[in-house]
């Protein structure tokens, strides 16, 4: 996938997505909904990524639908259309990140916005530079929420928190969303890109099938009974154990050596 609106690279294993609309501070328009579901359809085909990454270029992370483009098609011959981008975008994005079989991060390089923040709540790690905010923004704009919000928001922050970081649209620093829960860590400015491309590579070096069965576990729990959650974790033992990175490493415990995980 080729993109001027997100760049994608692969990189020792390391799938990264990249917003780059900094003079709009990575608002989504068309183009970039477009090619950001084209990416991860691409990374998650590739069994060379182990890892995806999500950041933003310049000083924000993503800032959400792109506004000057929703008015155009607010103002235009058909509004009703301009709807439409939640079904053919922002949704497919949601389910795809949240059916990855491979590890995220959100590396939240600057201020996340709308539906960049509900990108952001997706991920399975937030990495949050020190000088990032988060904003719900919807109510601002006088808009529901989306992009799965409702769904992660709650899960990370608890249902009476979400909806007043919802109705409020408050600015979040950094260290506030660490303390809710919603950062993962929270990192200097100055060592932001070595920190995430090193954490990126340690979780593109792991055990990428576990990765993947603790994603689907942990996903379907949040939905559903402990008897048919324990159901799940079973098919999950089972995939896993056959697996040949389960059963290097078990040997290379009882050898006393470090495992090395090939993601088979
Ligand atoms: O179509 C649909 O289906 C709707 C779907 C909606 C999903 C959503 O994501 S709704 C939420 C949309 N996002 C927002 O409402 C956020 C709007 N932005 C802001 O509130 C502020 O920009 C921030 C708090 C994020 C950052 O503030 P600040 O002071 O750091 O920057 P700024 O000066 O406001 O923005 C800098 C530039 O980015 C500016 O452009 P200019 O004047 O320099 O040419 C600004 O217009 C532009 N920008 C910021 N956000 C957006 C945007 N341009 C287009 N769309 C944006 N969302």
Redesign the pocket.
Known sequence: MTSPDVRLTVIDGVGTLTFDRP???N??NAAAKTALLGGLDELAANPAVRCVVLTGAGR?FC??????E?VR?LTSSSPED??R??QEH?NPVALALHTLDKPVVAAVNG?A????ASLAFLADIRLVAASARF?L??A??G?CC??GASWTLPRLVGTTRALELMFTGR?LSAEESLALGIATEVVPDADFVGYVQDYAARLAAGPTLAFAAMRRAVGYAAGHELAASLEVEAAGMRRTGASADHRAAVDAFLAKQSPRFTGS
Request: hydrophobic share 50%.
């Open positions: 003079d709009s501070l608002a989504l924000a800032v959400g639908q792109d506004l000057r929703h098609g301009v709807w981008t939640v922002y201020v916005a709308g539906a960049g904003t923004a919807f601002g704009i808009l989306d992009t600015s």
